[in-house]
């Protein structure tokens, strides 16, 4: 029995084209699906870019304008891999148009930018869902699994971090290719939204809700060359956020980010203190989660190391033998198996755009509350 | 430009058969090629699990004669993943039809078995490679940059280990879907040609050839139902063999292999120390290598732990961004990528058919030792 | 050529008691001086534990009240091991007649109780220093070296986390034996002044002073039986703590402890970012430290765990041969040989009390902002 | 009631004449007993050195000639600390004299040389032990208990090294203060008598006696100055040595020593698998001990590191509290501790000289089969 099609546009082609893309190449090799993504189109501003990219990965044509990538009948769903500044009108438009939406995170720079995707996401009840693929390493999965199981007991403490070193110099431009992270117009905010924005979505779907948010900024490199006037100007994005929080459930919340952790390429750590177990993952090793479980017996306590690599740990018995560790890019084929099997079954595939908006929410609270060196509370939406 | 067709005939479709389609299918996302390899037919016993095969993983074609594989036209190389005891018709047959042979290791059950193999293909003089895939762990080649660097100097010991767990239970038949390694007569040996070989093959790479050896083997398990005859029959493989050795640069080996070792599922560990520097790997973390430098400083002197990801490690500027690790398949594209290569610059890709007949004549001597439980010389080949 | 004695009067005998009576019974078989403590007479408010204590540790004499034992002609040292409430009336006194005086921390209580300490220790112009025994860990006392070397550059991180797990029961009650650390009229704080203090003390003495933070605090458990009235009683010490603030050298502080961490029983750890190099360290595995170095070979820049056993790191000469790691208690060996060799050479012993002072200065300011739910400076002393 | 004394008279004031000097005067401090070991004399060939030692470690007196030593009535307990070729001699001399002895590892330089020694010491009756510290690391210690509860269930394999860097250097002469090591007439052999010896007796501890072995020697730097003679000679000592060996159990082991491995320092190590779980330990992090269950839920299994540092861990509550690790010295404060409550309770304590025979055979094998260049039988002691 033939699967079927689910045509694929792809706007945006840098580094996250490229996950996306081989996500939607490998998921039918390893994942048993009704459906199969066709990857119809990619979308990007300058021609040649786009036609390489198309080439190079097997795209059966390439737009220029993303209006027009929308507007056509060959396309079931709309990939976002746009600069922050973008996906609001590309969300919108494509959910205007029924086309079904899969977003980079964050959602947008800000709360009031995001909400009124959601509202143009619900009003259209299209399929969707936002990129935050850490949930779907299989050792996080399986953290979550155990909380859901009760194993850890009243949660106590909950911190998490996102360590890299890669703007140390102050040579690097704000702006470009790969650089408009830097630049506070196309991104919203620096670590904030790039990387806390990564740490708030897990602890929100591990941890639940956060109440409120005392948070610290810092921008060590003060001017950086813009590449688009070409000029020194001001940096505007934080390099550094710190925040402490309150959850709903009584756990202290411990949150920090920074581009200036000189050691750490994409050190994302959790750990999660519960009264009976804890729980610790990151991302240097995401093949791993370490556990501690005060049940065991007294003399034999201690950090346990799990290999994620067996048949009944999320995800895994669709790759190798026990033993044969994944990557980092197979989170975003994890992402398009439940988004495909999602549309057979109809249930939503977590992080909705609903669901993503609550990180936005708490980005705003954070980024509020460093501005005005006070506690805020978080927007409840 | 388009990219030149090399079309593939894959011959069992297994645990390795996977891999090795998974690495045709995704080697021209990564790497800029020449050749683009072409799924054209894959080859099984039985019609239903080759058709299967051929479905789930895109192949235009099935067959069910390796014979009638060989014969086709529209077949450019041969990739052999059968059990051991078929590797040699298979490959002497392909080498004589003058395709193109891609070999899983080991080359064959023994080494006089396999010797002939070697000479088809060099008679042939067709492209050839064996699948000793952990060669390119970019960690291990990285090992290799820095050997032939000369930055550990004289070397005074190799050690390497390939610890398993999952052959214990005594419930387990010998025979069978991916149950052939303990049938002596599919798998010519147990660990020594299943892991040993893996260890040995890495080995005479950074650290050249082995003079002699002294070995033990175990079998602890004495007896398994046999899936062929339905009877309890006596296990002839070996379930643990270890040896010492002396190489030819005057340095000590030192090697052992089980599955018998609980808590360890495919723990491929290997360790030498240099008069300069020393250097550990394992399979469990495969994106790390420990390096310690007597050169350091004397109070900074320590075992450095390198996060093996970035563009200037080996292989890895073809995939994401520093921090991000790639996992266990990957050096199966790697492979790819090197034959692909190697078609367009005429390089032999490593190891080929020749230098694979070396692992061949250490297995063999380590298995003659145990029997004999005396040194053996490495025949020389 | 004898040795002169020092004869140390012992104020409390419980667990620090112990530490630094093994650390002035040690300290000659390991470290060449000119000075050797005397064990003349330990105190303590009941005889029976006095007595017991003496004849154990084989003090000469022992009193019942510290008065008593300030005034002795005999005594030239008070070491003073008792709860928090008690330091400052007993190093007064001890500093008004005269005496050496060696004072476990916190100094005190709050700031406001700790400073006419400081003012009668410099009046009287007695050595003096305070138990901040983690600066003396070697691993510690090398991180010292290697920034004071230059090596890390300008430092834009500094964090420490000090986790435990030893209250979490609700069973426990306030007061008594051990745990008058859970009794804020006894302890002053709770995590803070007991745990974080030793955090504050490193990072003062490796990155210098602290301008100003912004706490939180959490008691997790409300109420505990009260060993003095044998009532439930609110708990009013703080369970967990954490704060962030901004250092003189412009780097960012992050601060965490609790008692809540299940699976942590004592893990200080502090890691440090700068612009050429980061270090890290912890408790659990104080024999090691964790250097990465900029300026290493790009392929081969990682995290290196020195192994601080060599005759060329701090204090190791004075122990074993490399490779044996020492423990806990020896960091007080090492303060009360460098107390002694102070004593010939007329250097003070860090920390001071006036340098201590300024950690009782920074933990006020920690309780007050988070009482005040707002930034506060740290007051100057 | 004050303590009994038990007059030690200790031979040799190197290395290990400091560690057993500490360990005798520390043991009361933390070890509830009947006993107290008094320091009567120390006694070494050069009487400056001898009385140097005396007076740094407070011993009463010293002599310079060991018969003297033994002659007097006021020792109770001979202590040997000299190299291995008089260990015999001295030992022999003490159990005739009546005294107790306590000699360092290993017995003797040979099995022919170390029976007579447990025969007079048969013959006298008197108490004895041999300084095998290791088994009294509290890792290893509970390693052992583990066992015996059966935890491990059937054994497959045991495997230990012990690795070294220190004598790489050919300019290192043999013979001397601390190089008596390399020289063979001094020490017997290399790494098997200094290294193995301690692999082996932990293992014959552990696991049970050993059938037979197959071993392999090498000496990487083949001549060095004698500091005897002043002249180059040839170095008679193994600098590596390698043995696979069968136990009674069944299960198979694996050794291997060298002072060649770069960036190990004293890194002995061990590991048992066996059917129900698997255990690692490690001296460079003595403190921990890894262990793997495969009784936990099959999600959770993994190899926890147990920080071996609570009260309910072997020796552990007469130490400090969890979380706060001791080091190499206190081993040798162990085996005091337990040889005194021997004196009380009359039991052996372990190992006797009769259970460190079984260690001298095992090495005489392993040496024996390097020679021979086959397995050999270990002789039954």
Chains 1, 2, 3, 4 share one sequence.
């Not at 009948?73 to 009108?89: E, M």
């Not at 470009?176 to 779907?205: K, N, Y």
Request: some cysteine.
């Amino acid at each position: 029995m033939p699967l079927k099609p689910l045509n694929i546009g792809l706007v945006g082609y840098g580094f996250m084209g490229r996950t996306h893309s081989n996500a939607y190449k490998r998921v039918n090799d390893f994942f048993d699906l009704e459906y199969r993504p066709v990857l119809k189109a990619v979308c990007g501003r300058t021609e040649a870019g786009a036609k390489a990219f198309a080439e190079k990965w097997q795209y059966e044509s390439y737009e220029t304008d993303w209006r027009k990538l929308i507007d056509r009948k060959d396309i079931d769903a709309i990939d976002i891999c746009t600069p922050n500044d973008t996906h609001a009108p590309i969300a919108i438009a494509a959910a205007e148009a029924g086309k079904m939406v899969l977003c980079e995170k964050p959602l947008a720079r800000t709360l009031k930018e995001a909400a009124p995707m959601v509202d143009a996401i619900e009003k259209a009840g299209v399929p969707n869902t936002v990129w935050y693929n850490y949930r779907r390493v299989p050792a996080v999965t399986l953290a979550k699994q155990l909380i859901d199981e009760g194993r850890l007991g009243r949660i106590y403490h909950y911190r998490a971090n996102f360590l890299q070193d890669w703007t140390i110099s102050a040579d690097l431009p704000q702006g470009g290719a790969g650089l408009w992270r830097l630049d506070a117009a196309s991104a919203g905010s620096g670590v904030t939204g790039d990387l806390l924005a990564h740490c708030i979505d897990t602890a929100l779907w591990l941890n639940g809700s956060i109440k409120n948010v005392c948070a610290t900024t810092e921008t060590f490199v003060k001017e950086r060359t813009h590449t688009g006037t070409g000029k020194v100007e001001p940096v505007k994005i934080d390099d550094a956020c710190t925040f402490f929080c309150r959850f709903e459930n009584g756990s202290l919340g411990l949150f920090e980010s920074t581009r200036y952790a000189r050691g750490h390429k994409a050190l994302y750590t959790f750990e999660i203190n519960g009264e009976k177990a804890s729980i610790k993952w990151d991302l240097h090793d995401l093949h791993r989660l370490e556990y501690f479980d005060y049940g065991d017996p007294a003399i034999l306590r201690g950090w346990k190391s799990i290999h994620v690599t067996d048949g009944d740990h999320p995800y895994m018995k669709n790759w190798w033998v026990p033993g044969l560790q994944i990557g980092y890019e197979h989170t975003f084929v994890h992402q398009v198996a439940d988004f495909l099997q999602g549309l057979s079954t109809g249930k939503p595939t977590s992080p909705t755009f609903r669901e993503a908006l609550e990180t936005q929410a708490v980005c705003d609270a954070v980024l509020d509350s460093a501005e005005q060196h006070k506690w805020e509370d978080v927007i409840q939406v």
